[in-house]
C-alpha cells in the first residue's frame, strides 16, 4: 500500500534551510496498523502529511497503492484523499463557527453523499466517540477532549481505507484514550490501515508494529 | 493563596444551559504544587480559567491571596494577571505570524521591562524550554511540541508566582516531557505555586497533591 524510498525534505525559511527527513525508507502493507514514536521536533508530523498526501516530498519516491504519487495532478489527488485517506491533525484543525456536527458532515459533502445517509453518518460517528450530547456546540464551546473526538468522528465518517492520525489520543484522559484505541483496533480488524504518531508507549502498544525515528531517520522498526 | 467555596459555573447557549461546575470547595497554599485530572469534559479547563482569573463564576466565592476577585474591576485584574499569574493554554495560543521570540517577549511589554533585559530574558527562557535554535520560527513553522514549549517559556519569562498549566506536557515525547517537569518542580523548591492539569499519572507524580474532578465536583483529593 505505503513505499517509501528514500524520501529526504527540508522545509525553506528565507535563506535558511530547515533538514526534517534525510532518507526514510518504509513500506506498510494494506491493512496493517503502525505507530510512529520519536521527540518532539523529529518529523513525524511532517512523515504523516507526506503519507496522507498533504505535503510533497524533495528527494526520493512515494507509491501509494503502486502509483506515484509525484506524478498525479492536483485534481486526482484531492479524489484519492478524500475518497479514501482519513486524516486527524495534530491540532485537530477543526472549522471554527460551524458546529461538530458540520465539521463531521463536511468530507461527506466533498464525497457527494446524499443528504439522508450523512445525517445517519454523523449520527453514527459522534455515538462511536461519545459526544452525540455535543453535537450542536462550536469547537469554542467544546472542552480540548470533545474537540479531539470531533476531529476523530470527521476522519472515519467515510469510511476510508487508511486512516491517517497524529496523536488522536494526545489530549484525553486514559480511559476515553483507550475506549478510541479500542475503536481503532476494531476498524482494524475489519480491514482498515492505521498509521499514527503517538508519543505513550501504552497506546502504542495498541499498533502491531512501532517504526522510532530520530533526527529524520529510521532509528528502528518492530 | 486560594480559597474556593461552592462555585458554581454553568455556560450558557442560546435558551440551553449546561453546567460544568457544581460546588467546588478547594483551598490551595502559597508554594504548593498541586495536579488536576479527570475524564474529557469533566470542567478541568473551565476550573483553571477561572482561577487564573481569566473566566467568572456564576456563584460561590473566589479569594486570591486574601482579596475577592469579584469585587476587583477589570483594571486591577488585569494587573494582577500581568504580573502575579502565568498561563499555559491547553491549546497554546500563541500569535500566529509572529515569531517564538515574540511570542515569549510579549508578557514583558505588558510589564514595561525594559528592551534590553526583555532580550535577555528572551534567551533564558527559550534555552530553559530547549528551543533556542527555533526563535525565529513562526508557530506554523514549528512541531506540535515545539509550539508548546514556546507557550511555556512564555508563561514564566515574568516570574510570576503563580503558574496555572493545563496539559503542559500534552504533546511532548515523554524525556522532553520529563525535561519540562524537572523544570516544573525545581521552580517549585524556589516557591512558585503551581496547578497543573494532566491526564499522565506520571506526569502528575510530580506534583504533591492531586485533585480529581468528576462531574463538575471534586471526587478526591490528596
Ligand atoms: N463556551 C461553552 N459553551 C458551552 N459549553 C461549553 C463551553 N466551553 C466548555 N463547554 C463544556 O463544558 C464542559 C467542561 O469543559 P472543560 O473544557 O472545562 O473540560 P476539560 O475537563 O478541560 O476537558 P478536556 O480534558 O477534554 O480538556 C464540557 O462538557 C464542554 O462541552
Ligand atoms: N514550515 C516550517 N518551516 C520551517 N521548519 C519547520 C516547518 N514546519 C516544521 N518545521 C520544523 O521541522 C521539524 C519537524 O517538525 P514536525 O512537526 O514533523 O515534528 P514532530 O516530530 O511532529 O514533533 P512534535 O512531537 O513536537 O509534534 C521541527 O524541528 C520543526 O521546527
Ligand atoms: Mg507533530
Ligand atoms: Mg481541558
Given at each position: 500500500?505505503?513505499?517509501?524510498?528514500?524520501?529526504?525534505?527540508?522545509?525553506?525559511m528565507g535563506d535558511?534551510?530547515?533538514?526534517?527527513?534525510?532518507?526514510?525508507?518504509?513500506?506498510?502493507?494494506?491493512?496493517?496498523?503502525?505507530?510512529?514514536?520519536?521527540?518532539?521536533?523529529?518529523?513525524?508530523?511532517?512523515?504523516?502529511?507526506?503519507?496522507?498526501?498533504?505535503?510533497?516530498?524533495?528527494?526520493?519516491?512515494?507509491?501509494?497503492?503502486?502509483?506515484?504519487?509525484?506524478?498525479?495532478?492536483?485534481?486526482?489527488?484531492?479524489?484519492?484523499?478524500?475518497?479514501?485517506?482519513?486524516?486527524?491533525?495534530?491540532?485537530?484543525?477543526?472549522?471554527?463557527?460551524?458546529?461538530?456536527?458540520?465539521?463531521?458532515?463536511?468530507?461527506?459533502?466533498?464525497?457527494?453523499?446524499?443528504?439522508?445517509?450523512?445525517?445517519?453518518?454523523?449520527?453514527?460517528?459522534?455515538t462511536k466517540v461519545?459526544?452525540?450530547?455535543?453535537?450542536?456546540?462550536?469547537?469554542?464551546?467544546?472542552?480540548?477532549?470533545?474537540?479531539?473526538?470531533?476531529?476523530?468522528?470527521?476522519?472515519?465518517?467515510?469510511?476510508?481505507?487508511?486512516?491517517?492520525?497524529?496523536?488522536?489520543?494526545?489530549?484525553?484522559?486514559?480511559?476515553?484514550?483507550?475506549?478510541?484505541?479500542?475503536?481503532?483496533?476494531?476498524?482494524?480488524?475489519?480491514?482498515?490501515?492505521?498509521?499514527?504518531?503517538?508519543?505513550?508507549?501504552?497506546?502504542?502498544?495498541?499498533?502491531?508494529?512501532?517504526?522510532?525515528?530520530?533526527?529524520?531517520?529510521?532509528?528502528?522498526?518492530?
Open positions: 500500500m505505503i513505499e517509501l524510498s528514500n524520501i529526504v525534505k527540508a522545509y525553506q535558511v534551510k530547515v533538514p526534517v527527513l534525510n532518507g526514510i525508507d518504509l513500506r506498510i502493507e494494506s491493512g496493517e496498523f503502525v505507530a510512529i514514536m520519536g521527540p518532539s521536533g523529529s518529523g513525524k508530523t511532517t512523515l504523516l502529511n507526506i503519507i496522507g498526501c498533504l505535503d510533497t516530498i524533495d528527494q526520493g519516491e512515494y507509491k501509494l497503492s503502486g502509483k506515484f504519487v509525484d506524478t498525479q495532478d492536483d485534481a486526482q489527488m484531492a479524489r484519492v484523499r478524500s475518497t479514501h485517506i482519513g486524516f486527524v491533525f495534530q491540532l485537530f484543525n477543526l472549522i471554527p463557527r460551524i458546529s461538530a456536527e458540520r465539521n463531521v458532515e463536511l468530507p461527506m459533502i466533498y464525497a457527494n453523499i446524499p443528504h439522508q445517509q450523512r445525517r445517519e453518518r454523523v449520527r453514527q460517528a459522534l461519545g459526544l452525540t450530547d455535543r453535537a450542536r456546540h462550536v469547537p469554542t464551546q467544546l472542552s480540548g477532549g470533545q474537540q479531539q473526538r470531533v476531529a476523530i468522528a470527521r476522519a472515519l465518517v467515510n469510511h476510508p481505507d487508511l486512516l491517517v492520525a497524529d496523536e488522536p489520543t494526545g489530549s484525553l484522559d486514559s480511559s476515553t484514550g483507550r475506549e478510541i484505541m479500542q475503536m481503532f483496533r476494531q476498524l482494524n480488524e475489519e480491514g482498515m490501515t492505521i498509521i499514527m504518531v503517538t508519543h505513550e508507549s501504552d497506546i502504542a502498544a495498541y499498533a502491531r508494529r512501532t517504526v522510532q525515528l530520530l533526527d529524520g531517520r529510521i532509528q528502528y522498526d518492530h
